[in-house]
């Protein structure tokens, strides 16, 4: 193909094709860790701070349908990573470098706002029942652990479109692969159908249903509003020189050399 071309064109392509790796690897390990923490997090809570013990079908269920969306995320409409310092050019002269503090940092922040958000739903369902949710809410039993389950499957396979572009808002970048989309779409549709009708788990109300929902949703522009002011953070230059760990050698290239570099290769 390089042969074929009169231009540098198919070198320009093969690394902007290379660059869209990293940013699928970072969506997947982002919302893999998000997820673990946010999971991890509430059914710890629930279990030594209300007595409440979510049955282990549901937490299967949820993990299944969970992995099953997230192999789609290897189809995913990326845009070509890029590095903090911004330049003229199309594409930057050199790829964005990875840390594990920077990961660390985001998966924390989504992971912890999500843990919030079912914690707190939770102490909302119990304190409006009979008013807001059904009066079954502050019974207990089968039917709280069907709408706490409704409600971290919703907010768990949406978050998936906040960790696909960490550094800005959700709907900036490209669109996410229709795969993705359809993926989503069918696991909430699944989960909102079985505990509508009572299959395999206990019947919710409808208008609970459609309060977990709407819950989910104003979630998840809440959880990208802070991975948004995270990702600042991260990309700030006082983050890299005071937070992120050296490993015991001199980094791969100093800020210095990556503007020298961007400045010299401007055919890229």
Not at 16 to 38: D, F, K, N
Not at 191 to 218: N, P, R
Not at 239 to 268: C, H, L
Request: glycine fraction near 6%; charged fraction near 15%.
């Amino acid at each position: 193909m390089i042969l074929l071309t009169d231009d540098f064109s198919a070198i320009v392509m093969g690394i902007e094709e290379g660059r869209c790796i990293y940013p699928r690897l970072r969506s997947y390990v982002l919302y893999r860790i998000s997820a673990t923490i946010q999971i991890v997090t509430v059914l710890s809570t629930l279990v030594f701070a209300y007595d409440i013990v979510i049955p282990a079908f549901y937490v299967i269920l949820l993990a299944l349908l969970k992995d099953i969306t997230m192999l789609t995320v290897s189809y995913d409409n990326v845009t070509p990573s890029r590095s903090q310092y911004p330049t003229t050019m199309s594409l930057q002269a050199y790829p964005e470098e990875p840390t594990l503090s920077a990961i660390f940092v985001r998966s924390f922040v989504v992971g912890a706002v999500m843990a919030l958000s079912s914690i707190g739903f939770y102490v909302l369902g119990y304190e409006t029942a009979g008013e807001v949710f059904s009066h079954k809410f502050r019974d207990g039993g089968s039917y709280v652990d069907a709408c706490i389950y409704l409600q971290i499957s919703l907010g768990i396979q949406m978050m998936i479109f906040n960790c696909r572009n960490p550094h800005t808002w959700f709907w900036e970048g490209n669109p996410p692969n229709w795969r993705l989309i359809v993926a989503v779409i069918f696991a909430n549709g699944l989960v909102t159908i079985l505990c509508l009708f009572g299959w395999v788990v206990d019947t919710i109300a409808w208008k609970d249903v459609l309060f977990i929902i709407g819950y989910d949703i104003a979630m998840f522009f809440l959880v990208d509003a802070f991975k948004v002011l995270a990702g600042k953070v991260v990309n700030s230059e006082r983050f890299e020189d005071n937070v992120i760990p050296y490993t015991g050698r001199e980094r791969t290239m100093t800020k210095t050399r990556k503007r020298s570099m961007a400045t010299q290769f401007t055919w890229v």
